[in-house]
């Protein structure tokens, strides 16, 4: 079918893919099962769960097969080549990782040492990155104009497919983790097998991108405004399991919308195609190499694609760096001990779990809402991408600064600015790297900067919350009042603003390539 080879297939088979792939989100659901069925204590628990971070964040790997086989200049020409190969070589990561967990878990095998468990939770989180990559760059090659946008709402559909796995576990696995660890190593598998076909580059000039790309961001908001809905109604009041069936098929209905942009912006472009005398032109590759600027203005920036070496040796690799540190690293800090928070502040079970829950939620409207708002200032006023970096590192630390006050409700709105800027972060992140660094081997270098998330969240998690808590929780490692995280919120505030002054110099160092970039777009 002719409708199969475009550009809103692939974004649609891509969002469907990031859709189910966020099973590292769920580990809670499963980590007791491995736990008990393993003989593991809590130390042991932790170190098998630490692979599975590390997996889902080294992604150099990733971004180098992405470049060899699905560049332009391998292409989709030949067959053994295209985004679609990344995605296979992940999807054999997942169902071996997932598969062998599942197989351990539930006794088809016997417990194996430690260190092998490690390996294969290292696989169910390794492939991450290869669809991330895939879909990620393939995005932004698909949309260069509008690269934030797409960014947004790939990283966005990420975000929630933890909250819709766990939709699943409750209605097909009703309530055990076994059955939930063979659904992860089955469903998904055959799923992202039928739609990595459909992710392919096409690197070509058509008007009214953003009418399409508009009306995915629209479905995407309805999606997540009905997940929010959801979780709030099952955490709190309660859903039977009828209405549970109900509810996930409604959700499955929505997912499935997107194809109603899709073929709506098939039969306009095809129709306006027919009304030309002549035929759309393939536009020059984007990974071919620009012919150089020679402006003295726009000379902290490379124009051409780099590599992962010779982005590192350039002072806006580390500025990027830093500021994701200072960012991301203090985000994922303050979702990693947000349950231990609310308990010290004597929350509710129930409040714990909608905090939990509603986290994928802010998550998600911040990775969209940042790509589509620097989008739209880049086009209209001209605003380097890194300035809404210093802006969400700004409402990162006013959020740590209302969950430090300890006050009523400061867990829920300090969550959510948290939430919301870290998600921003996500989005915005991939594309400035693809806009300063160039895309030949951006998956490589944003995956490098990505680094920055465990690096951070270690600082903060171990060094900073857990330091301050030890100093005053009581002998039985308890802690109870707002005292017991109002330093670590404070010291995490600070450094979210030194972030934002990092970022601030990178905004500074390339407004005039922005404007460069602005220039062109309104050229072609």
């Known amino acids: 079918m002719e409708i199969a080879n475009t550009k809103w297939v692939a974004a649609t088979a891509s969002m469907w893919i990031e859709s189910f792939i966020g099973a590292s989100y769920t580990f809670g659901i499963y980590s ?11 130390s042991t628990l932790d170190t098998v769960s630490v692979y599975k971070d590390i997996g889902a964040n080294a992604g150099i790997l990733s971004g180098l097969f992405y470049t060899a086989v699905a560049s332009g ?31 351990a878990a539930s006794g088809v095998v016997e417990p194996p040492p430690v260190a092998v468990m490690c390996l294969f939770m290292f696989f169910a989180g390794h492939c991450q990155p290869f669809f991330n990559t ?54 998904p598998s055959i799923f992202i097998l039928t739609m990595m076909p459909f992710v392919r580059a096409y690197d070509t000039v058509v008007p009214g991108h953003k009418k399409y790309l508009n009306g995915l961001s629209s479905i995407s908001l309805i999606v997540v405004t009905y997940l929010m809905v959801v979780i709030l109604v099952e955490n709190v009041i309660g859903m039977p399991r009828s209405m549970k069936i109900c509810s996930f098929t409604l959700l499955v209905l929505l997912l499935v919308s997107p194809l109603l942009v899709t073929v709506r912006a098939h039969r306009e472009e095809k129709e306006r195609l027919l009304s030309l005398d002549f035929p759309v032109t393939e536009r020059s590759t984007l990974l071919d190499t620009p012919k150089p600027n020679t402006s003295n203005d726009v000379d902290v920036v490379m124009t051409n694609d780099m590599n992962v070496l010779e982005a590192i040796r350039t002072i806006n690799f580390w500025l990027l760096f830093l500021a994701m540190i200072c960012g991301m690293g203090s985000g994922l800090a303050t979702i990693n001990n947000i349950r231990q928070v609310g308990e010290s502040l004597r929350y509710s079970t129930v409040q714990l779990n909608s905090l939990v829950s509603l986290w994928s939620i802010w998550s998600f409207l911040g990775r969209f809402g940042a790509g589509y708002i620097s989008d739209a200032y880049l086009h209209s006023h001209g605003w380097p991408r890194p300035a809404f970096i ?10 740590h600064i209302v969950m430090a006050s300890g006050l009523l409700g400061s867990l829920y709105i300090g969550s959510l600015l948290v939430g919301l800027a870290y998600g921003s972060q996500w989005a915005l992140m991939p594309t400035i790297t693809s806009e300063i660094f160039g895309i030949l081997h951006m998956g490589t270098i944003f995956y490098t900067i990505g680094i920055a998330s465990p690096v951070g969240s270690y600082i903060f998690s171990v060094k900073v919350i857990g330091y301050f808590y030890d100093k005053v929780a009581s002998a039985d490692h308890s802690c109870y009042g707002s005292h017991c995280f109002r330093t670590s919120f404070v010291i995490m505030a600070i450094m979210s603003v030194l972030g934002s002054l990092i970022s601030f110099v990178l905004f500074l160092r390339t407004k005039k390539f922005y404007a460069t970039l602005v220039a062109k777009r309104i050229l072609k």
């Not at 020409?77 to 197989?103: D, E, K």
């Not at 509008?146 to 209605?171: C, E, F, N, R, W």
């Open 32 to 42: 007791s099962l491995l736990k008990s069925s393993q003989s593991y204590d809590q």
């Open 73 to 103: 200049r391998s292409g989709n020409g030949r067959f053994f080549s295209g985004p679609w190969l990344v995605i296979f070589v992940g999807l054999l990561q997942w169902f071996v990782g997932y598969g062998f967990i599942w197989m």
């Open 134 to 187: 895939a879909i990620v760059v393939t995005a932004i090659r698909n949309f260069s104009d509008y690269g934030g946008t797409a960014v947004g709402i790939m990283k966005g559909y990420l975000g929630l497919s933890g909250a819709i796995l766990v939709q699943m576990y409750h209605i097909f696995c009703e309530g055990d983790p076994a059955n939930y660890l063979l659904l992860l190593a089955v469903v």
């Open 390 to 399: 210093t802006i969400s590192l700004v409402i990162m630390a006013l959020g």
